[in-house]
């Protein structure tokens, strides 16, 4: 039969829907036409399944080959129908038998000598797939990912022989193996190693306890990176869900390594990152940094340096925890329910404030260095806090703190209070969640009244002292918020930006 369906998957955002690959021979000048909006990369299939094939000892048919990736109205993109390609060629060329690919699906790229290599997205198409009767059939890489989502039904191929073999009946493919994921706790550095700055750190405690944004302001090497470091090592282990939706946003970029399966993500994008490579975009649109810290930190040091229009794009996310991004041709959403994390100097040149005098900014040079952080940012920002210079003589003298397992045990009870009375972080309470769970008791209400009238707090910046007044409450196990609950929050809230 001079025809052959070969089921794949393609990638639209997180969506991975599908694609069937279908192949068709007939006669006249030998040709290969390939349709259904292939990208570039796929256009050039047709070389490389070429040499595949007769590197592979097949014969390639020297008649007019169609080859039509349908639905035709999704654009395909990547090296992923490389694989399917090769076997409908085959298939509708009788040296294959056709009647066993329907209980498969394919993805992989082909290299010249027929030997397989791994594909973006191979967790994003096996999630799309696991209510389907087939198996899927990936490259070794790719199935080793995929076998975290979908234990069962995922088969990893070496080579284009091999997958004959297997349709053959003559060699069955082993069924994927999950590589098992190193020690998270282990992975992280110690918040012991940073010495002296007791209120950043609590500070940065508050801010895992209860999924809060937090800004860091001091002089240069106080250790602002250091403790943005070491806050995914104080929060819990992801649950199953949320390490698989994370892990299938880094799939779809190509960064995911399944010894990190489970482990919380730390992006710190250099700040002359342009607003695509942080919200996410192109022409194919792709996760951003906000995406690919989906469930983990996002560390924006040098804050100010940062390109207006850029941070400004990180308002709706902030909110929302998702992004969807709109070109003239393709739409995508993907999620970025991350935690945000950013540094800044106290002034262009870093030294405000110090005791040695060294700073010579001008008011005006330190007011239009703040100006560059609007105040709608600073107004979605839960914590503002000084990391003052430690002098080096303190810095020897002064005794190692907490570990980070120590507070990591704080934090994860605070998390459980959480869950158990609302089944999410205090970060995330909508405003009725916050009427039900967050009103402080009469001496809280009135200091809490008295801060908003005084610092003029918008409705927004209200019910965020009140959420953190509420972590702090979690942390020191009590169930109403006290006035000196409240009393913290309103101190590490400040003015939005420090001063």
Not at 343 to 372: D, F, I, K, L
Request: aromatic share 4%; hydrophobic share 45%; glycine share 8%.
């Amino acid at each position: 039969m001079p025809l052959a369906i070969v089921r794949s998957r393609g990638l639209d955002g997180l969506a991975a829907p599908a694609v069937a690959v279908e192949v068709h021979l007939a006669g006249g000048l030998p040709s290969v036409t390939l349709v259904g909006l292939p990208d570039t990369e796929v256009k050039e299939a047709r070389d490389r399944v070429r040499a595949a094939l007769i590197n592979s000892g097949f014969e390639f048919p020297a008649r007019r080959i169609t080859i039509n990736l349908a639905p035709a109205d999704l654009p395909k993109e990547s090296g992923r129908f490389d694989l399917p390609i090769a076997l409908g060629i085959l298939a509708a060329a009788g040296q294959l038998p056709a009647d066993r690919l329907d209980a498969h699906e394919f993805a992989g790229e082909l290299s010249l000598s027929g030997e397989l290599r791994p594909v973006r997205g191979a967790l994003a198409m096996v999630l799309a797939a696991d209510g389907a009767a087939r198996s899927f059939v990936l490259p070794d890489e790719s199935a080793a990912e995929a076998a975290l989502a979908r234990p069962d039904g995922v088969f990893a191929a070496g080579s284009l022989l091999a997958v004959c073999a297997h349709l053959r009946g003559e060699a069955p493919l082993p069924p994927a193996v999950a590589v098992p994921p190193a020690d998270d706790a282990a992975s992280h550095p110690d918040l012991a190693e940073v010495r002296g700055q007791a209120q950043a750190k609590r500070a940065l405690e508050i801010a895992a306890a209860g999924g809060h944004s937090l800004l860091m302001s001091g002089p240069p090497g106080s250790g602002k990176s250091m403790l943005a470091a070491r806050l995914p090592g104080l929060l819990p282990p992801l649950a199953d869900d949320e390490a698989l939706a994370s892990a299938a946003v880094l799939s779809l970029a190509g960064q995911f390594r399944p010894a990190a399966f489970g482990r919380r993500s730390f992006r710190s994008p250099h700040h002359t990152a342009s607003a695509a490579a942080l919200v996410g975009g192109g022409g194919t649109p792709r996760p951003g940094e906000i995406s690919l810290a989906h469930h983990g930190v996002l560390f924006l040091d040098e804050l100010p340096e940062f390109d207006r229009r850029v941070l400004e794009s990180l308002r709706e996310p902030l909110e929302s925890g998702r992004i969807h991004i709109s070109r003239a041709a393709r739409q995508a959403e993907f999620p970025a329910r991350f935690q945000l994390v950013a540094a800044m100097n106290p002034c262009p040149c870093g030294h405000r404030g110090a005791p040695s005098g060294r700073c010579r900014c001008t008011p005006e040079q330190v007011a239009r260095y703040r100006g560059r952080l609007s105040g709608p940012l600073l107004d979605r920002i839960d914590l503002c806090v000084e990391v003052p210079a430690v002098p080096a003589e303190a810095l020897q003298q002064a005794p190692a703190g907490e570990t980070s397992a120590t507070v990591r045990a704080r934090v994860a009870a605070a998390l459980a209070r959480q869950y158990a009375r609302q089944s999410r972080p205090n970060a995330r309470l909508t405003p009725r969640d916050v009427d039900a769970h967050c009103r402080p008791d009469d001496a809280g209400a009135a200091l809490l009244q008295q801060a908003a009238t005084r610092l003029g707090l918008s409705a927004r910046a209200f019910h965020r002292v009140q959420k953190v007044a509420r972590t702090i409450a979690d942390l020191a196990g009590a169930e109403r918020i006290a006035a000196a609950h409240v009393a913290e929050a309103v101190q590490l809230r400040r003015q939005a930006a420090p001063e």
